[in-house]
């Protein structure tokens, strides 16, 4: 059907093609991956969805990471019930993938202080915040954010107990690339050996 690109009628090099895709966006900030829907299970087994920012891929073992405030209710529920499901789109791509997987809280070890260090400053700002996220207040702006006179990026710093990496290790991967020459679509579940793939109807 048409002439796809040469990536979109093989299934490893599709999967190639997107896991490449998802490392871009980790530095291209205009990446439509760079941001992607998230969607957990909430305290009435409700699903709840929102928006994360990618900030780290480990391509070989299918994990994407984003942070989070540790106070916030998708740590809650992650703690919880780890099954999470991602959401990922770049319309000038006409690519989507969807994933599913478990997440992992990384707080106060190795991995959260190279992250929280590594974050830019006015990223660890959004740590500080009192009260935490998702806390009832009176007026709009009946919060604040701790200023600190300690250095920025260290355990000194006020928002570094708040802080939070999850990492999503995903089992199965779900390709969608929308074109006029013909759609195509391809699922991606992890085994022992690697993967097993197959072509799915759009």
Same mark, same amino acid.
């Given at each position: 059907m048409g002439?796809?690109?040469?990536? %979109?009628?093989?299934?490893?090099?599709?999967?190639?093609?997107?896991?490449?895709? =998802?490392? !871009?966006? $980790?530095?291209?900030r205009?990446?439509?991956?760079?941001?992607?829907?998230?969607? @957990?299970?909430g305290?009435d087994g %409700?699903?709840e969805?929102?928006?994360?920012v990618?900030?780290?891929?480990?391509?070989?073992?299918? $994990? =994407?990471?984003?942070? @989070?405030?540790?106070?916030?209710?998708?740590?809650?529920?992650?703690?919880?019930?780890?099954?999470?499901?991602a959401?990922?789109?770049?319309?000038?791509?006409?690519?989507?993938?969807?994933?599913?997987?478990?997440?992992?809280?990384r707080?106060?070890?190795?991995?959260?202080?190279?992250a929280?260090?590594?974050?830019?400053?006015?990223?660890? $700002?959004?740590?500080?915040?009192?009260?935490?996220?998702?806390? %009832?207040?009176?007026?709009?702006?009946?919060?604040?954010?701790?200023?600190?006179?300690?250095?920025?990026?260290?355990? @000194?710093?006020p928002?570094?107990?708040?802080?939070?990496a999850?990492?999503?290790?995903?089992?199965?991967?779900? =390709?969608?690339?929308? %074109?006029?020459?013909?759609?195509? !679509?391809a699922?991606f579940?992890?085994?022992?050996?690697?993967?097993?793939?197959s072509w799915l109807?759009?």
């Open positions: 002439n796809c690109p040469n990536w %979109a009628d093989n299934l490893d090099r599709m999967l190639a093609h997107g896991l490449s895709e =998802i490392e !871009r966006a $980790v530095e291209d205009h990446h439509g991956f760079r941001t992607f829907g998230l969607s @957990t299970i305290d %409700a699903p969805s929102r928006i994360v990618l900030r780290k891929v480990l391509t070989a073992d299918w $994990v =994407i990471r984003f942070h @989070t405030d540790s106070r916030s209710d998708k740590v809650a529920e992650i703690a919880k019930d780890d099954r999470v499901s959401l990922l789109y770049d319309k000038d791509l006409r690519l989507q993938i969807r994933a599913r997987g478990r997440a992992a809280l707080q106060k070890d190795d991995t959260a202080r190279l929280f260090a590594e974050a830019k400053p006015l990223g660890r $700002v959004c740590y500080r915040i009192q009260p935490g996220p998702g806390s %009832a207040i009176d007026e709009p702006d009946a919060y604040s954010h701790s200023n600190s006179g300690e250095a920025e990026g260290t355990a @000194t710093d928002g570094w107990p708040n802080f939070c999850v990492d999503l290790s995903l089992h199965e991967i779900e =390709i969608l690339y929308l %074109a006029h020459e013909g759609h195509r !679509r699922r579940a992890k085994t022992s050996a690697g993967y097993a793939a109807a759009p």
